[in-house]
C-alpha cells in the first residue's frame, strides 16, 4: 500500500451534489508502491450495463504479471465495511471466489455466474467481472477494495485505495 503524492484520485463526479446518485464509473490510480510484488497503477470500476449483465473492474498493473502474482479483488454490496465477497487469482490460473464474513473471515465459495477474475503472466491488465445479484437482488451500489500480492518469496502487498479501504461506490446498474 502507498499514499500517493495525489491521495486518492476519484473522479469528476465528487463534484455533484450529495443527493445525486452515484456515478456509474469511479477510477482510483494509484502511485508506485516501492517493493511492491505486484505494483497496481489503476483501478477502474464501472457499473453493470444493465440488469442480469455484471459489473466490471479493470485492474492495470505497473509491469507484466510474473509467477506467483495474485489479486485479490474485495466486493462491497451493503454499505457496511465489510466485504461480502472477494475473488482470488493467481497469474494464469484458475480463480477462487468466496462469500466473506469480515476482511479476514471466508464463508462459502461462490459459484462462478457470480463473476470471474483472470490475471495472464506477462500482461498488464486483469479483469475482474461482478454480478451485482450474486447474493441478493436489493443491492443498488458496489464499490471495490484490490489487494495484490505474490505466493512466492515475500508477499508484498499493494491495496488501492488503501489497506482495507473502499473506492467510491457506484450504482450496481446502469440507469
Ligand atoms: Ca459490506
Known sequence: MVV??????LSSVMLLPAYAD???RRV????PTPGAAVDIARIVLRSAPAEGRKARVRIVLRKPAA???TLNVYFDTDGDHAPEVRYKAPASAEFTSWRM??????GRTLDTRCGRVRMELGERIAVATFDPRCLTDEVTKIRVSVRSHSQIG????DWVPGKRRWTGRVLAYRP
Open 154 to 157: 515475500r508477499p508484498c502487498p
Open 4 to 9: 500517493t503524492s495525489f491521495g486518492l484520485v
Open 67 to 69: 509467477a506467483g502474482d
Open 101 to 106: 464474513r469480515s476482511w479476514r473471515k471466508r
Open 22 to 24: 452515484p456515478p456509474t
Open 28 to 31: 482510483v490510480h494509484d502511485g
